[in-house]
């Protein structure tokens, strides 16, 4: 009789069982041993208790349950008629079919382990089962050993490492920003601003990846051109300005202040007649005789970088200018005074004339005296 009572109730309890929760199995159990503190005689008690140890025994109960717990919804009965519990599912195997293996990492986030033996917490495997976490740019390998793969002269370490890796391994994508260029600094598209003032000068292209994450001016600046080299091929400056400056005798050494050389940067000043020579001396150079100094110098630019007398002197007046007044005459006792040219007359006619008979008479005589000389006649 008691056999039977038991079996029944082993029966009922099974499917008691497939259907209530593990808690509910615990609160019986630790209740009928309670029931010893109650007024039952020990042959109640002894009986209570063999009595729910045999149904508890043969309801399945001893047997190991799918993640080792007292009890899971089992949708398959088979075990009421005998079967054995229904085992936990492995990664490699998630249906029982033997082949299929779990498939729901999630991507970015977590990646499938490399030993999928493992058997499955609960009926249906989840990512807690059946894969890892992707690793960070700062533990790539779960020791602390941060990313170190980054490409020189391409990309960079990232300033915040804490991102998880998009797989199983961590890549320069996940881990490295891209090196700025000289056009775009920080992704803004800024363009550097830090070459030196008359050192260099910003570059025209200015695509050039820098080499490390922040740009400097030997990437981006071009060294300023000199008043001996203004185009890198030796060319002198040549474009001071004609009586206004000019070009030194020695052009080397001094960069010019921007990438192209200008007249302030490689001319010098013309000097002035009041400042030959940047020490505030005048110009003393003219010709005696020929120039004398201008009256005023000041502001008198010269016409090349040494100033000469065409630049600070005037020319002096010529003697043979009518217009300049005559000597006075000069008195004497045993002279005459000569005439001036304005009171000279040009002789007339009959003057000419007159002078002209008196030099033939002079001329008969002279004549008939020589002939008395010859013949031997007195006189």
Request: net charge negative; proline share 4%.
């Amino acid at each position: 009789m008691f056999t039977i009572i038991v079996s029944t109730h082993a029966f009922t309890f099974r499917l008691f069982s497939n259907a209530i929760s593990t808690n509910l199995h615990l609160f019986l159990i630790t209740l009928l041993p309670s029931l010893a503190t109650f007024s039952l005689s020990s042959f109640s008690y002894l009986f209570l208790l063999t009595y729910f140890l045999t149904v508890l025994s043969d309801s399945g109960f001893t047997r190991t349950v799918c993640g080792s717990k007292w009890t899971e919804l089992i949708t398959d009965t088979s075990w009421l008629a005998g079967g054995s519990l229904v085992s936990c599912p492995t990664c490699n195997n998630v249906d029982g079919s033997g082949g299929t293996a779990f498939a729901s990492c999630v991507d970015g986030t977590n990646h499938i382990k490399a030993d999928l033996t493992g058997t499955c917490s609960t009926l249906t495997c989840a990512t807690s089962d059946c894969c890892d976490a992707n690793p960070t740019c700062g533990d790539v390998d779960g020791s602390g050993t941060a990313f170190a793969s980054c490409v020189d002269g391409t990309n960079h370490i990232k300033a915040d490492l804490t991102g998880t890796c998009s797989t199983i391994t961590c890549a320069t994508s996940d881990c490295c920003d891209a090196n700025p260029t000289c056009g775009d600094v920080d992704g803004s598209g800024a363009d550097f601003s830090s070459c030196v003032a008359y050192m260099n000068h910003l570059k025209d292209d200015l695509t050039g990846t820098c080499a490390t994450g922040t740009c400097t001016t030997s990437e981006c600046c071009d060294a300023n051109p000199t008043c001996d080299n203004i185009d890198g091929s030796g060319t002198d400056f040549s474009s001071c300005v004609s009586g206004t400056n000019h070009l030194p005798e020695t052009l080397t050494g001094g960069k010019c202040r921007t990438g192209t050389c200008a007249a302030s940067d490689c001319c010098k000043g013309n000097p002035t007649c009041d400042d030959i020579d940047r020490s505030g001396a005048d110009f003393s150079s003219c010709v005696s005789g020929t120039n004398h100094l201008k009256e005023t110098l000041t502001g008198v630019t010269c016409a090349t970088g040494i100033c000469a007398a065409s630049d600070c002197c005037d020319a002096n007046p010529s003697t043979g200018n009518s217009n300049l007044p005559s000597p006075s005459p000069v008195s004497s006792s045993s002279t005459t005074t000569a005439p001036s040219p304005a009171d000279k007359k040009i002789p007339d006619e009959s003057v000419t004339n007159a002078a002209t008979t008196s030099s033939s008479s002079l001329m008969v005589v002279f004549f008939l005296m020589l002939a008395m000389w010859i013949t031997g006649s007195p006189q």
